[in-house]
């Protein structure tokens, strides 16, 4: 396999990216919002299939399984962890290895013609470095890193947020460095308002005000957010899954 470091190569595997940019989605992602990655390839010359590998994550792709496959089969996969690949290449995995954890997710997507402003029914503002410290209060994945990873994502990227008459935010979402939407929450005593719908649509608008696609990978079992994606125009792709490798 060749090994490609460089920005500038990113042109060697244009054409598999471009084969199908929702399922490529969060590599493209990374690559743009990220610097610490690199991409492995297939072949050199004509690249068939490749591995981005983006700090302690792993995304495989090919439009030609055989070709993901024998690039797995040439990976050491102990040990390594994979983010929101297509679910066939996690039972391609899981065949041959133990899987330490996971979580399967469905991908979703906006198109911009779905986008609908007039549902916005309350104030929507950015979040400030300093609502980092609520938002993490309140994170699944809450953790010894986590401030610092939400205060980057809201240094670096679009967020969306509504305030009660305090300035404290009660209801949020951000953008991820995949490019991807999440962390999204609305405390329990201001649901079931609209508030998530207004936040969800003003943070798609402004992705795509950065030349960007609106999309979320949500567990397979989160029903209500399920529901709140379908309901304000966004579309199911399929499966995708997070995991690692014992």
Request: hydrophobic share 40%; charged share 30%; net charge negative.
């Amino acid at each position: 396999m060749g090994i490609v470091h460089c920005v500038s190569n990113v042109e060697m595997i244009k054409h598999l990216l471009d084969y199908d940019k929702i399922a490529t989605i969060n590599v493209l992602g990374r690559m743009r919002f990220t610097k610490d990655w690199k991409i492995i390839v297939d072949n050199i010359n004509r690249p068939k299939g490749f591995i981005l590998k983006s700090d302690e994550w792993n995304i495989v792709y090919s439009p030609e399984d055989g070709v993901a496959k024998n690039m797995l089969e040439n990976m050491n996969l102990k040990g390594q962890d994979f983010a929101g690949v297509l679910k066939k290449y996690y039972d391609l995995i899981k065949s041959r290895e133990e899987i330490d954890w996971e979580e399967q997710c469905y991908l979703y997507y906006m198109d911009k013609k779905d986008l609908d402003l007039t549902r916005i029914k309350h104030e929507v503002k950015e979040l400030r470095v300093k609502d980092a410290l609520v938002v993490n209060e309140y994170y699944t994945y809450k953790s010894e890193d986590s401030l610092e990873y939400i205060i980057d994502c809201i240094k670096n990227r679009p967020s969306s947020a509504i305030f009660d008459e305090n300035g404290v935010p009660i209801s949020w979402a951000i953008v991820r460095e995949d490019g991807s939407m999440g962390i999204m929450y609305t405390k329990e005593e201001y649901r079931g308002k609209g508030l998530a719908v207004s936040v969800s649509i003003d943070l798609a608008k402004k992705v795509f005000d950065i030349g960007w696609i609106p999309y979320v990978h949500i567990l397979v079992d989160n029903i209500p957010s399920i529901k709140l994606a379908e309901s304000i125009g966004f579309k199911k792709y399929g499966e995708i899954v997070w995991f690692g490798v014992k």
